[in-house]
């Protein structure tokens, strides 16, 4: 398995600032060129550590998720990460190691890792390594059904998850699934989509569901609404509801980006 981190830095004063970042009405599509080192956030109780926010709520745009890329050094980490009670996560490490203390109980996070935590339990992170760990981290309001009990902890990785492959494809494009979809506990899915060579959505998804699409490896050509993008490890794309997209991979490695959706759950009758 393969996984892009940024390694923030600064590019130099003879490159041109006409580069591939466009925000629309419909989706926002940041490249890999825009992580660097001054688009970083500092976050409350965290030591040793930076993050780039690329998507958090916006009203008119994608309102139910926030997604970071958090950076921490050696000996960093957070005993308190989480402000908000109601918000639950999902962790998945791109890079490096971290120990994440998931109430009471210490989990090792390698490279693919992934770590799903309902809200309201105490978390911890820290990286005891000697080497800068990366990780994706997920927030998200958790939305309870009178009826429905509360999703629970899960910690497994991409390795251990055995990808689906979708129907009428000839295998090539599945999607690894952390947790069941039929599982009526969760509003939320963040899962590995995979493209070998030449596989592609066969028509333009148009869609209920908010969308974070951050590539970890391999190219493809993307369809944002009505604009197509060649995109590369690390670029990150964020549509809102009912936005286009499609995709056709283009590398001779596989095409593999990690998706956040929203699911299982009535639209909102009211506008706040």
Known sequence: MSYYAPKGGLLPQSVTPQGRAKFTESYAFIPTEVFSDIVTSNLPFWEKTRAWIIARPLSGFAETFAQYVVEVSPAGGSTNPEPDVAAQAVLFVVSGTIEVT????????????????????????????????????????????????????????????????????????????????????????????????????????????????????????????QDWYDVEPGDFMWLRAFSPQACVATSDEPFRYLLYKDVNRHPKLTIK
């Open 102 to 225: 998931i109430d009471g109980k210490t989990h090792t996070l390698n490279e693919g890792g992934y770590a799903y935590i309902p809200p309201a339990i105490n978390w911890t992170v820290e990286n005891t390594s000697d080497n800068v760990a990366t990780f994706h981290w997920v927030r998200k309001q958790y939305e309870p059904v009178t009826g429905i009990g509360m999703p629970t902890i899960l910690v497994t990785s991409d390795q251990e998850a055995a990808p689906s492959v979708m129907p009428d494809c000839n295998g090539v494009w599945s999607t690894t699934r952390f947790v069941d979809p039929a599982d009526m506990r969760h509003d939320m899915h963040v899962n590995i989509v995979t493209f070998q060579k030449g596989g592609l959505i066969p028509f333009e998804e148009t869609h209920v569901m908010e969308h974070g699409l951050y590539v970890l490896q391999g190219k493809a050509r993307y369809l944002l609404n």
